[in-house]
């Protein structure tokens, strides 16, 4: 067999780019800024003003303290592993397995885990086609058409974007509010909230411009981009011993701590409590778990992953969970709460921060995202350089910016029909081209639990194992996401060896950090 290399070279520049989602110093500043919002005239759900307070007005003892927990690029066995290491174990106050936010570049994306990884409750939102910054039109929309047609989305379901490189400008805003978005998390955190001119804000609309960035984007701040309901959601950074001077944005593992001149587990522990704990203590802010999974994917070819920063990273969450009404949430759950902000006691009224998984026959052969009943149902399309399985049928050629939706290759097998805007995704049979309910009697179990009386401080629950010098290994374990359902690919299996191989090059010549898929 003759093995092509164009899907090597096709990553040689994204595993060279060593600074993905870094940060030096503040990104803003209250004078370049220069915002302006009278909170008398903009009132929730849908207008917010940048401000540190808690939203409603709340007081921050009554405020849920979140943990947003989010992944960059593609969806793979390997990725959703390794988010799994983190979350699969644990429980939110109410009982919740904790859900998070996918922002899906769809190069070397295999589209049926896009669906299972929906079906299970997680949001799944827009990082362009092909990991683009500054991202053009086609890139936005032709990820949000591709997530649609292959991997069963709806539409109304994407709601989030982030920037690949967090490159972004405002014409990107301009055009994620034109097609549609919700929100925008692309921006940074970058002053610590116990600093005077924090930008620390909480969630707020773009009615007045944006509020963060303003030293690092163009085209935005003093106003501008004036987007009426258009959402953005920082990411906030958390910082070391050097305070404004060290912040640590995405993947704060891979970074050096205080100045030093390689990361340490302990170090970067020892700064996340007190990042969080400045929030908790405040007005409390959320934190974030900002990542690209593939760093600490135990189960990707050639990648040397620290045993000692997955237990860390487990040990801070642990932590976390153990101070009173802390969630880790997804930004869509995060922002659901900010529309409609309740204190801790009423957070049973929240539906989105509630478990509630489809009610289908375990039996039914279906090919609907759910593991046990599409087994055997899903459709391999063997493209050399970009294998993956839908259940919606192979397109023709591989989706592009230029073509984000070919159309469907013709075969021995029945065609398969793409999902309606009348149907949700787990009740679709995309064979039978028919929804397996109505309106009516499609339904749903709830398994949340009743948050405490009178606003009982309840904790979370499912620890990830112990952090200490020289453990082995977390304590807890996890399911493999859809329990080896998937079958294996039997062809194009080069580059993803050939990728693992080129992180093991590059990571002996000293480049371990923010390489991307």
Request: proline content about 9%; overall charge negative.
């Amino acid at each position: 067999m003759r093995l092509s290399f164009l899907p090597f070279l096709a990553f040689v520049p994204l595993l060279a780019s060593a600074q993905d989602g870094s940060i030096t110093g503040p990104t803003s500043s209250p004078s370049a800024a220069g915002y302006s919002c009278d909170a008398s005239k903009c009132k929730l759900p849908d207008c917010a003003c940048a401000s540190t307070s808690p939203p409603g007005g709340l007081d921050p003892k009554d405020v849920p303290m979140f943990v947003v927990f989010s992944a960059d690029d593609a969806i793979q066995s390997y990725t959703l592993d390794a988010v799994n290491q983190f979350l699969a174990q644990r429980k939110n106050p109410n009982g919740c397995t904790p859900k998070m936010t996918y922002f899906t570049s769809l190069n070397y994306t295999n589209y049926t885990l896009v669906t299972d990884w929906f079906v299970a409750g997680n949001e799944i939102a827009d990082h362009t086609m092909t990991h683009v910054g500054t991202p053009p039109a086609d890139e936005i929309n032709g990820n949000l058409i591709a997530l649609n047609a292959l991997a069963g989305i709806p539409l109304s379901s994407i709601s989030g974007f982030r920037a690949p490189y967090l490159e972004f400008s405002g014409d990107t805003l301009k055009l994620l509010a034109a097609a549609g978005f919700t929100y925008d998390s692309s921006s940074a955190a970058s002053t610590p909230v116990n600093e005077t001119g924090t930008d620390a804000y909480w969630p707020y609309t773009l009615d007045n411009g944006m509020a963060n960035n303003c030293l690092s984007s163009n085209g935005m701040c003093k106003g501008e981009p004036k987007l009426p309901g258009f959402w953005e959601i920082p990411m906030y950074a958390f910082f070391d011993e050097l305070g404004v001077a060290g912040p640590h944005l995405m993947d704060p593992w891979l970074d050096n701590p205080n100045g030093g001149s390689k990361p340490d587990d302990a170090a970067t522990l020892a700064y996340m409590k007190d990042t969080f704990t400045a929030h908790y203590n405040g007005n409390r802010q959320p934190i974030g778990l900002y990542t690209h999974p593939i760093h600490l994917a135990k189960s990707y070819p050639g990648n040397a992953v620290s045993q000692s920063t997955i237990n860390m990273i487990n040990a801070f969450l642990d932590w976390a969970q153990e101070q009173q009404n802390v969630w880790i949430v997804s930004n869509e759950q995060l922002l659901a709460w900010v529309r409609n902000p309740v204190p801790v006691s009423q957070l049973g009224s929240i539906d989105a921060l509630r478990c509630s998984s489809p009610s289908v026959d375990s039996s039914l052969q279906i090919c609907n995202g759910i593991p046990q009943n599409e087994n055997g149902q899903l459709d391999h399309c063997a493209f050399p350089d970009f294998p993956f399985y839908t259940c919606y049928g192979c397109p023709q050629t591989t989706p592009t910016p230029g073509d984000p939706n070919p159309p469907q290759a013709s075969s021995s097998s029945a065609p398969r029909y793409r999902l309606p805007t009348n149907c949700s995704t787990p009740f679709w049979d995309p064979i039978g081209n028919k929804c397996i309910c109505t309106s009516e009697t499609c339904s749903f179990t709830d398994d949340s639990r009743a948050i405490g009386p009178n606003g009982a401080n309840l904790t979370g629950g499912g620890t990830g194992g112990s952090f200490a010098s020289g453990a082995a290994s977390a304590t807890s374990s996890f399911v493999t996401f859809n329990g080896g359902v998937l079958p294996v690919f039997p062809t194009g299996v080069f580059p993803t060896f050939a990728i693992g191989l080129a992180g093991a090059l590059f990571g002996a010549i000293g480049v371990y950090g923010r390489f991307v898929l």
